[in-house]
């Protein structure tokens, strides 16, 4: 059985970069056509899709946050990482990875195969 469990810190200062961890246990993050994404969900306000990285290695990021993200992954250690630098207090979010096998780019649950429960991120001076 699949998990995905994020981690990192969770409290940074403004402008700060911000870093977490998505590992993933129990199967390959390099299972063919798996495509594997960040969502954040601010408090009081729905899931946002931030972006992807797809089964060949390619990214594609929410268009409103591509300047301050990348996404990455080691096959290696099974993980898949999520940067995002010059942290704002609207940043404040519970941050989840989930996986898919397809690229769907989109904040809709249910078309994700796998979930992590999520790391608390408050950005905060």
């Known amino acids: 059985q699949v998990q995905l469990q994020e981690s990192g810190p969770g409290l940074l200062k403004p402008s700060q970069t911000l870093s977490l961890t998505c590992t993933v246990s129990?199967?390959?993050?390099?299972?063919?056509?798996?495509?594997w994404t960040w969502i954040r969900q601010p408090p009081g306000e729905g899931l946002e899709w931030m972006g992807i990285?797809?089964?060949?290695?390619?990214?594609y990021y929410s268009p409103s946050l591509k300047s301050r993200t990348s996404i990455s992954r080691d096959n290696a250690k099974n993980t898949v990482y999520l940067q995002m630098n010059t942290l704002k207090p609207e940043d404040t979010a519970v941050y989840y990875c989930?996986?898919?096998?397809?690229?769907?780019?989109?904040?809709?649950?249910?078309?994700?195969?796998?979930w992590g429960q999520g790391t608390q991120v408050t950005v905060s001076s």
């Open positions: 989930a996986g898919a096998n397809t690229d769907y780019s989109g904040s809709d649950q249910d078309k994700y195969d796998y």
């Open positions: 129990g199967g390959s993050i390099t299972l063919t056509f798996y495509a």
């Open positions: 990285i797809r089964s060949d290695g390619s990214t």
